[in-house]
């Protein structure tokens, strides 16, 4: 079945730490993006791409990095330098409509939390 | 920055009764997408809507678009168990250049059924 495949589902990072994590899609979409969600929030977007070897910062990117290797591939590194890493991480990806926007689809995401 | 506002932020309904979440925009809305979550989960895509005045139904959902374009609501008719969750409005910036499929999303309404 065709998806966003995200992993681990459960992540814990020790202080000075950096921890990537991992989404794959096989939807064949060209863009693809990393939320993050904390309690009482909605999404607030990290980094998003578009195409291969191109990606731009979101709203909250200081603290993440992101490389875009392989149209399916989309990792999220989240550095020591993120002070406060708890949260829900979501990855989408949607096709780049013609016409118009595409909805995004969501992996199952992955929950981090600081030892 | 465009600006999404769901309300209410929670709902507590019995089962069989139906319910209505409103999603307001500061914004012209040139794409609103609905989605439900479950805690701990990625979110699902129900519906998308472009046009001012549309409407858009999927089972008991119904989703609609003023004409100004910049408020949403999402009613549910004769509510289940299986509809509690998370539902968040989501809103795609204008089409053009490096924001292109770009989401900003609203808070999220909790939804609670009771059987």
């Known amino acids: 079945d065709g998806g966003i495949t995200q992993s681990p589902k459960y992540l814990f990072r020790k202080e000075g730490q950096n921890v990537t994590l991992s989404c794959e899609q096989n939807?064949?979409?060209?863009?693809m993006y990393w939320y993050r969600q904390d309690p009482g929030q909605g999404l607030r977007l990290i980094y998003y791409?578009?195409?291969?070897?191109?990606?731009q910062k979101g709203d909250i990117a200081e603290g993440y990095s992101v490389s875009r290797e392989k149209k399916e591939s989309f990792p999220l590194t989240v550095t020591s330098a993120q002070k406060n890493p708890t949260a829900f991480y979501l990855c989408?990806?949607?096709?780049?409509?013609?016409?118009?926007?595409?909805?995004?689809?969501f992996g199952d995401g992955t929950r981090l939390s600081i030892l | 920055s465009q600006e999404l506002e769901q309300s209410p932020q929670s709902l507590i309904v019995q089962e069989g009764k139906n319910l209505t979440i409103n999603c307001t925009s500061s914004?012209?809305?040139?794409?609103l997408y609905w989605y439900k979550q479950k805690y701990g989960e990625g979110l699902i895509f129900l519906m998308m809507?472009?046009?001012?005045?549309e409407e858009k139904s999927h089972e008991k959902i119904t989703a609609k678009l003023d004409e100004k374009k910049q408020q949403s609501s999402l009613h549910i008719t004769a509510s289940q168990p299986s509809h509690a969750g998370i539902y968040l409005c989501?809103?795609?910036?204008?089409?053009?250049?490096?924001?292109?499929?770009?989401?900003?999303f609203g808070q999220g309404t909790i939804l609670t059924v009771h059987p």
């Open positions: 989408a990806s949607s096709a780049m409509g013609q016409g118009g926007n595409q909805p995004q689809h």
């Open positions: 939807l064949n979409h060209d863009a």
């Open positions: 791409s578009q195409i291969v070897n191109d990606f």
């Open positions: 914004k012209t809305l040139y794409g």
């Open positions: 809507l472009q046009k001012g005045g």
């Open positions: 989501g809103a795609a910036s204008n089409a053009g250049g490096t924001s292109y499929g770009k989401l900003t």
